[in-house]
Protein backbone atom coordinates (compact mmCIF):
# COMPACT_ATOMS: atom_id res chain seq x y z
CA UNK A 1 0.00 0.00 0.00
CA UNK A 2 3.09 2.28 0.86
CA UNK A 3 4.87 1.65 -2.28
CA UNK A 4 1.22 2.81 -4.33
CA UNK A 5 0.65 5.76 -2.35
CA UNK A 6 4.69 6.79 -2.93
CA UNK A 7 4.46 6.05 -6.42
CA UNK A 8 0.97 8.23 -6.88
CA UNK A 9 2.57 11.20 -5.16
CA UNK A 10 5.43 11.01 -7.61
CA UNK A 11 3.72 10.67 -10.70
CA UNK A 12 1.45 13.55 -9.89
CA UNK A 13 4.83 15.66 -8.90
CA UNK A 14 6.57 13.92 -11.90
CA UNK A 15 6.96 15.67 -15.31
CA UNK A 16 7.66 12.24 -16.69
CA UNK A 17 4.40 10.42 -18.13
CA UNK A 18 3.89 7.19 -17.66
CA UNK A 19 2.52 5.06 -20.26
CA UNK A 20 1.99 1.17 -20.17
CA UNK A 21 0.43 -0.78 -23.69
CA UNK A 22 -0.51 -3.19 -20.67
CA UNK A 23 0.68 -4.50 -17.36
CA UNK A 24 2.22 -8.06 -17.26
CA UNK A 25 -0.58 -10.88 -16.51
CA UNK A 26 2.19 -13.35 -15.61
CA UNK A 27 6.04 -13.56 -14.98
CA UNK A 28 7.90 -11.94 -17.12
CA UNK A 29 11.44 -10.15 -18.11
CA UNK A 30 11.17 -6.67 -17.62
CA UNK A 31 13.86 -5.07 -20.19
CA UNK A 32 14.92 -1.72 -18.69
CA UNK A 33 16.53 0.48 -22.06
CA UNK A 34 18.10 2.65 -22.93
CA UNK A 35 19.73 2.49 -19.23
CA UNK A 36 21.92 5.93 -19.56
CA UNK A 37 21.80 7.37 -15.80
CA UNK A 38 21.18 5.86 -12.31
CA UNK A 39 17.69 7.89 -12.13
CA UNK A 40 15.87 4.75 -14.28
CA UNK A 41 16.27 2.77 -11.43
CA UNK A 42 14.13 5.96 -9.40
CA UNK A 43 11.54 5.73 -12.86
CA UNK A 44 11.50 1.63 -12.75
CA UNK A 45 10.31 1.50 -8.68
CA UNK A 46 7.89 3.82 -9.60
CA UNK A 47 6.67 2.38 -12.98
CA UNK A 48 6.72 -1.04 -10.95
CA UNK A 49 5.05 0.68 -7.83
CA UNK A 50 2.21 2.43 -9.82
CA UNK A 51 1.40 -0.56 -11.44
CA UNK A 52 1.17 -3.26 -9.13
CA UNK A 53 4.01 -5.03 -10.36
CA UNK A 54 6.41 -7.31 -7.73
CA UNK A 55 9.81 -6.89 -9.38
CA UNK A 56 12.91 -7.77 -8.82
CA UNK A 57 16.17 -6.70 -10.58
CA UNK A 58 19.74 -7.92 -10.79
CA UNK A 59 22.34 -5.64 -9.58
CA UNK A 60 26.31 -5.51 -9.33
CA UNK A 61 27.71 -7.17 -6.22
CA UNK A 62 29.03 -3.77 -4.74
CA UNK A 63 25.39 -1.84 -4.49
CA UNK A 64 24.67 -4.82 -1.46
CA UNK A 65 27.73 -4.36 0.37
CA UNK A 66 27.35 -2.60 3.61
CA UNK A 67 24.44 -0.82 5.07
CA UNK A 68 22.76 -0.58 1.37
CA UNK A 69 22.60 -4.60 0.85
CA UNK A 70 19.44 -4.87 3.40
CA UNK A 71 17.96 -1.46 1.50
CA UNK A 72 18.49 -2.93 -2.28
CA UNK A 73 17.66 -6.50 -1.10
CA UNK A 74 14.19 -5.11 0.34
CA UNK A 75 13.84 -3.43 -3.23
CA UNK A 76 14.11 -6.33 -4.88
CA UNK A 77 17.69 -6.45 -5.70
CA UNK A 78 19.34 -10.08 -6.48
CA UNK A 79 23.36 -9.73 -6.18
CA UNK A 80 25.30 -10.19 -9.44
CA UNK A 81 28.73 -11.63 -9.40
CA UNK A 82 29.95 -9.95 -12.66
CA UNK A 83 33.14 -12.20 -12.77
CA UNK A 84 30.82 -15.83 -13.27
CA UNK A 85 27.73 -14.01 -15.40
CA UNK A 86 26.59 -17.50 -16.69
CA UNK A 87 25.86 -18.64 -12.58
CA UNK A 88 23.52 -15.81 -12.26
CA UNK A 89 21.58 -16.76 -15.76
CA UNK A 90 21.60 -20.74 -13.97
CA UNK A 91 20.72 -19.38 -10.59
CA UNK A 92 17.25 -17.18 -12.05
CA UNK A 93 16.74 -20.07 -14.11
CA UNK A 94 16.43 -22.24 -10.79
CA UNK A 95 14.37 -20.07 -9.04
CA UNK A 96 11.66 -19.59 -11.94
CA UNK A 97 11.52 -22.86 -12.42
CA UNK A 98 11.44 -23.95 -8.64
CA UNK A 99 8.23 -21.42 -8.58
CA UNK A 100 9.33 -18.01 -8.06
CA UNK A 101 7.22 -16.00 -9.54
CA UNK A 102 8.06 -12.22 -10.46
CA UNK A 103 9.04 -9.41 -12.91
CA UNK A 104 12.61 -9.94 -13.48
CA UNK A 105 14.18 -6.00 -14.33
CA UNK A 106 17.44 -6.51 -16.71
CA UNK A 107 18.78 -3.41 -18.23
CA UNK A 108 20.92 -5.27 -20.96
CA UNK A 109 22.64 -2.73 -22.92
CA UNK A 110 24.74 -2.58 -19.42
CA UNK A 111 25.51 -0.05 -16.90
CA UNK A 112 25.01 2.95 -17.85
CA UNK A 113 25.81 2.74 -21.59
CA UNK A 114 28.90 3.02 -23.50
CA UNK A 115 28.96 -0.90 -24.66
CA UNK A 116 28.97 -2.03 -28.27
CA UNK A 117 26.49 -4.76 -27.73
CA UNK A 118 23.66 -5.66 -25.29
CA UNK A 119 24.66 -8.34 -22.54
CA UNK A 120 22.35 -11.66 -23.71
CA UNK A 121 21.19 -12.43 -20.02
CA UNK A 122 17.76 -11.81 -20.78
CA UNK A 123 17.94 -13.54 -23.59
CA UNK A 124 19.11 -16.99 -22.63
CA UNK A 125 16.91 -16.59 -19.35
CA UNK A 126 13.47 -16.06 -21.36
CA UNK A 127 14.33 -18.72 -23.49
CA UNK A 128 15.15 -21.22 -20.52
CA UNK A 129 12.10 -20.52 -18.90
CA UNK A 130 9.47 -19.71 -21.12
CA UNK A 131 8.99 -16.23 -19.86
CA UNK A 132 8.01 -13.48 -22.05
CA UNK A 133 9.86 -10.13 -22.60
CA UNK A 134 8.48 -7.09 -21.74
CA UNK A 135 10.09 -4.07 -23.07
CA UNK A 136 10.53 -0.99 -20.95
CA UNK A 137 11.58 2.36 -21.88
CA UNK A 138 12.75 6.02 -20.92
CA UNK A 139 11.97 8.88 -23.71
CA UNK A 140 13.87 12.14 -22.22
CA UNK A 141 12.24 13.63 -26.02
CA UNK A 142 8.83 12.72 -24.87
CA UNK A 143 9.22 12.67 -21.40
CA UNK A 144 7.87 9.34 -21.00
CA UNK A 145 8.57 6.11 -19.71
CA UNK A 146 6.54 2.75 -18.96
CA UNK A 147 6.20 -0.53 -20.32
CA UNK A 148 5.68 -1.18 -24.20
CA UNK A 149 4.99 -4.40 -25.96
CA UNK A 150 5.41 -8.17 -24.12
CA UNK A 151 6.95 -10.05 -26.59
CA UNK A 152 7.65 -13.79 -26.97
CA UNK A 153 10.65 -14.80 -28.00
CA UNK A 154 11.20 -17.27 -30.95
CA UNK A 155 14.65 -18.31 -30.84
CA UNK A 156 15.99 -16.73 -34.31
CA UNK A 157 17.89 -14.32 -32.40
CA UNK A 158 18.43 -11.81 -34.98
CA UNK A 159 14.62 -11.95 -35.67
CA UNK A 160 13.88 -11.04 -32.46
CA UNK A 161 16.66 -8.73 -31.92
CA UNK A 162 14.94 -6.72 -35.03
CA UNK A 163 11.61 -6.34 -33.53
CA UNK A 164 13.44 -5.13 -30.02
CA UNK A 165 15.48 -2.36 -32.11
CA UNK A 166 12.53 -1.70 -33.99
CA UNK A 167 11.18 -0.92 -30.44
CA UNK A 168 13.91 1.11 -29.00
CA UNK A 169 14.83 2.71 -32.01
CA UNK A 170 13.30 6.57 -31.30
CA UNK A 171 14.05 6.01 -27.71
CA UNK A 172 16.93 8.44 -26.27
CA UNK A 173 17.10 7.30 -22.73
CA UNK A 174 17.97 10.51 -19.81
CA UNK A 175 21.29 11.04 -21.59
CA UNK A 176 21.32 10.54 -25.28
CA UNK A 177 24.67 10.47 -25.98
CA UNK A 178 24.88 6.85 -23.29
CA UNK A 179 22.31 4.86 -25.25
CA UNK A 180 23.61 1.52 -26.67
CA UNK A 181 22.08 0.21 -29.83
CA UNK A 182 19.90 -3.05 -28.85
CA UNK A 183 22.34 -5.91 -30.47
CA UNK A 184 23.63 -9.22 -28.99
CA UNK A 185 27.32 -10.90 -29.53
CA UNK A 186 25.07 -14.22 -30.56
CA UNK A 187 23.71 -12.09 -33.81
CA UNK A 188 27.06 -11.83 -35.35
CA UNK A 189 28.45 -15.08 -34.20
CA UNK A 190 25.35 -16.85 -36.20
CA UNK A 191 26.53 -14.41 -39.09
CA UNK A 192 23.63 -12.46 -38.89
CA UNK A 193 23.52 -8.54 -39.03
Known amino acids: MLKRLLARFFWAVSRWTLSAEAT ?5 ILIGAPHTS ?6 MLAIAWRLGIEVHWLGKNSLFRG ?15 RADPARVVNDVVAQVHSGGVFGLVITPDGTRGGNEYWKSGFYRIARETGMPVTLGFVDRTTMTTGLGPTIELTGDVAADMDRIRAFYADKAGLRPERRTVPRLREEH ?5
Open 67 to 81: WRGPIMRRLGGIAVD
Open 24 to 28: PQRPT
Open 38 to 43: NWDFVL
Open 189 to 193: ANGDS
